[in-house]
């Protein structure tokens, strides 16, 4: 029983159809409906997951109108580097006490989906390549705002890895990869954490749409995880509202007008859904807002310049340190230093779109640098909006560099790069960057490289410096904490939470990122991130679990006792046998010694951080449970043990195993036997170039494919693109009418990548969303016209 229950059956049985059917849309782009009669309040909820974005004025979701101030923390890639979950809560407390100033009931994150790609053009906002990663972070996070009595919205669920066609995408996934890489975080984060709400994605998985995905909304979510709360869309992700009911859709954001409101009336009148299905959903929302009335604090004011020391201690826990030959790092605080590079006055700190802050404050590099009386010179070294090389600003960077000691090069991806709406081209960096670092490394071999930047690059120029420090993006506070690192203030203690490949084409995904026009296939199966590079045996440039530190470490002690439940605990002790404090990543990894069906080499299944003076010793330990040894079977439709032999390795990366312990699991004496038989050859021993065949995953599916590609005489329909029906006249016709009015919303703005997120989306956007920029003058009516008028020219052509 919920502590609200009888409260909310009364409120049910009060309230009419039309209140209860209206209470499952928003009443506006941020904000839930009211019952005024009821005394039932509307709350808002505005986006995160890294900083509260609340919009004071006009509306929108692509951070395209500015909000009020708020602490930027650093974002997900970044905060996931840190392997700290207590940092992660004392981050997601923070965030709770902004959104309760400023009257937030819900915060709009964390993203947890996996980083199957690196060209994904949102991997800023996500945490990991890998699952438990990611669900450990994320259930961190959650627990840290809802501490506060703010609810979160973990999003997006589920298999949105990509922003090309997000919107409309079919995902086609198997169900192995499914369960075990792509929910496994959701799953971890559900029962761990227990989000007040979850955010559905726009795409579609193994050919349903997400906002009407039963087995995932209902079956496996509420089912199989026990989710209790608050199922609500993405904006604009509904589809077919009274479909989406049926699956498992509560809430549906924003409001675009009275006719999905309409629409649940009348299923319910017409029989085709029950009251009842209705009253569920109400129950849920009505629960959300008892909540937050009752727990919502007034004139609670946080301290702004707390959060940003909070801000600038989680970027120089999650700063990683990649290379540092020579141990030129740390800095020594006369050195006499060039500082070369736009990013030191105009960091890149954050990423474009929905997630875009406002910060409360910004610091930059050179500023930091001046008040500490640090001893140096400053060159642009390239301007900021050009790819090409500026010879004349290389010019004064080199000369300033053979002047110094060090030189320290702020180089990066800028916002035209990376952003929400489109993915990456490339993993190269702009070539003014590339340029800069080669020209300065022929007078100054002393070169430290600040990398900014929301995902991973190719580095070829990475011999060219002798140490490397991974920023990402910081948030307001990373050039303070860029500096704590440089100069030894703190000892960098981040690790890698993605792979750094030597070249985008030693990916898995490389032949099938971003897919066809309808279809994009996962056929790397479960092999994503160093699951493939460890499996194939590829060279990477750093691993993950990667990172340096200005101390060493030592293992010892390794083990391993198998519980009577048939947990396993496993144990290390690690030293600081260094001379100055610092923390250490301990990473535990699990692999199947001799599988009979395809597994990884190892998984991560645990870590711990261990902070450490000199000469000090600590033993960490973790629990593997059962689901740590285990595979998802296909056939059985449940998690399975095979019995057999386990290696148990506790290492400083996924290539620096430093101990192993082998073990004997009693487990199922049968699970390999019925799933072996089904699966292509090509999974089991699986080799770089990972070129799957189209027949090969089908069989690995156990099902047909759809087809990839727009069939000819296809019917246009409410989830055609623009790009689709502008094949016609009266689609361009319309696609005119409505491009200069979504342009508009993005007058004013600075950000370099909003423009290209703009025209992406445009060509990208199915139809159906549009009622969410238009709302009642755009309704469903007029946009079945148009596709009428274009269904009719393709019944001509044809």
Not at 20 to 43: C, N, P, Q, Y
Not at 588 to 613: M, S, T, W
Not at 664 to 678: I, Q, T, V
């Amino acid at each position: 029983m919920g502590k609200y229950d009888e409260k909310i059956q009364k409120l049910l049985q009060q309230m009419t159809l039309e209140e209860k059917a209206g209470l499952l849309s928003g009443s506006d782009f941020w904000h839930t409906k009211d019952v005024e009669r009821l005394g039932i309040k509307k709350m808002m909820v505005t986006d995160g997951p890294h900083g509260l974005r609340k919009q004071a004025g006009d509306a929108d979701h692509l951070g395209l109108n500015k909000s009020v101030p708020a602490t930027c923390f650093p974002t997900a890639a970044a905060t996931a580097c840190s392997f700290d979950t207590e940092l992660l809560t004392e981050m997601g407390q923070a965030l709770g006490e902004e959104c309760q100033q400023e009257d937030v009931a819900v915060l709009l994150g964390p993203g947890a989906n996996i980083k199957r790609n690196p060209l994904c053009g949102r991997n800023f906002e996500y945490f990991s390549e890998d699952p438990y990663l990611t669900g450990e972070m994320a259930s961190a996070l959650i627990k840290g705002i809802q501490s506060q009595d703010v609810g979160t919205s973990m999003k997006h669920f589920a298999c949105n890895n990509q922003e090309t066609k997000r919107l409309v995408i079919d995902a086609e996934v198997d169900e192995r990869a499914l369960r075990e890489i792509y929910l496994t975080g959701f799953e971890k984060a559900v029962k761990q954490a227990k989000p007040k709400t979850l955010m559905c994605s726009y795409n579609q998985i193994n050919g349903e749409p997400a906002s009407q995905n039963k087995r995932l909304l209902s079956d496996i979510l509420r089912d199989e995880w026990g989710f209790e709360g608050t199922v609500m869309t993405d904006w604009g992700a509904i589809v077919d509202r009274v479909k989406g009911l049926e699956a498992g859709i509560d809430l549906e954001m924003p409001y675009v007008g009275s006719e999905n409101d309409k629409a649940i009336i009348s299923a319910v009148k017409e029989g085709i859904i029950s009251e009842e299905q209705v009253n569920i959903s109400a129950g849920r929302i009505l629960e959300l807002l008892l909540g937050w009335q009752e727990k919502q604090k007034k004139d609670d004011n946080y301290d702004k310049a707390v959060h940003h020391e909070l801000a600038r201690k989680a970027a120089a826990n999650s700063c990683v340190l990649l290379k540092n030959d020579e141990n030129i790092l740390p800095l020594k605080k006369d050195t006499k230093l060039a500082l070369i590079g736009e990013f030191a006055k105009r960091p890149r700190y954050q990423g474009a779109g929905s997630s875009r802050i406002n910060p409360n404050q910004l610091d930059n590099l050179f500023d930091v640098l001046l008040s500490r009386g640090a001893h140096f010179t400053y060159a642009d070294g390239y301007d900021l909006n050009r790819d090409e090389a500026d010879e004349e600003k290389i010019k004064k960077a080199v000369a300033a560099a053979k002047d110094a000691n060090v030189a320290v090069l702020c180089i990066g991806l800028p916002d035209s790069y990376e952003s929400e709406g489109f993915d990456r081209k490339h993993m190269h960096l702009p070539q003014s960057h590339i340029k800069l670092v080669e020209e300065v490394a022929k007078v100054n071999p002393n070169i430290v490289v600040l990398l900014s930047g929301g995902s991973v690059v190719e580095m070829p120029w990475v011999t060219d410096a002798k140490a490397v420090l991974m920023l990402y993006l910081a948030g307001e506070a990373g050039a303070l904490a860029a500096a704590d690192l440089l100069f030894g203030d703190v000892c960098p203690s981040g690790r890698l939470a993605e792979s750094f490949p030597m070249k985008l084409e030693d990916r898995s995904s490389y032949e099938n990122f971003p897919g066809d026009e309808k279809t994009v296939e996962y056929r790397e199966s479960i092999y994503v991130g160093y699951r493939w590079y460890d499996k194939a045996g590829l060279d990477v440039r750093f691993p993950f679990g990667h990172g340096l530190s200005y101390t060493e470490f030592e293992y010892r002690d390794l083990k391993t006792d198998i519980q009577s439940d048939g947990t396993v605990t496993a144990r290390v002790t690690v030293r600081n046998v260094g001379k100055v404090r610092g923390a250490e990543v301990v990473q535990f990894y699990v692999g199947e010694k001799n599988p009979q069906i395809p597994r990884p080499v190892r998984e991560l299944k645990g870590f711990c951080k261990a902070d450490l003076a000199p000469c000090e010793e600590k033993e960490v330990s973790v629990i593997l449970d059962k689901r740590a040894f285990a595979y998802y079977d296909v056939d059985k439709k449940n998690w399975a043990v095979p019995a057999g032999r386990y290696h148990i390795q506790a290492g400083s990366s996924s290539r620096d195993i430093r101990l192993e312990s082998v073990i004997e699991l009693e487990g199922d004496m049968n699970a390999n036997s019925s799933m072996a038989a089904g699966i292509p050859k090509v999974y089991i021993n699986p080799e770089a170039p990972f070129n799957i065949g189209h027949d090969d995953f089908e069989k690995l599916c156990v099902r047909k494919l759809p087809p990839p590609v727009r069939m000819p005489g296809e019917r246009y329909t409410m989830n055609s693109t623009f790009a689709e029906i502008a094949q016609t006249q009266a689609g361009r016709a319309f696609m005119e009418q409505i491009t200069s009015q979504i342009k508009s919303m993005g007058e004013g703005n600075d950000d370099d990548g909003m423009e290209t997120m703009l025209q992406n989306m445009l060509q990208e956007m199915p139809v159906r969303s549009l009622a969410m920029f238009g709302q009642e003058q755009l309704s469903q009516d007029v946009i079945q016209k148009v596709l009428a008028a274009a269904n009719e020219e393709l019944i001509i052509e044809l």
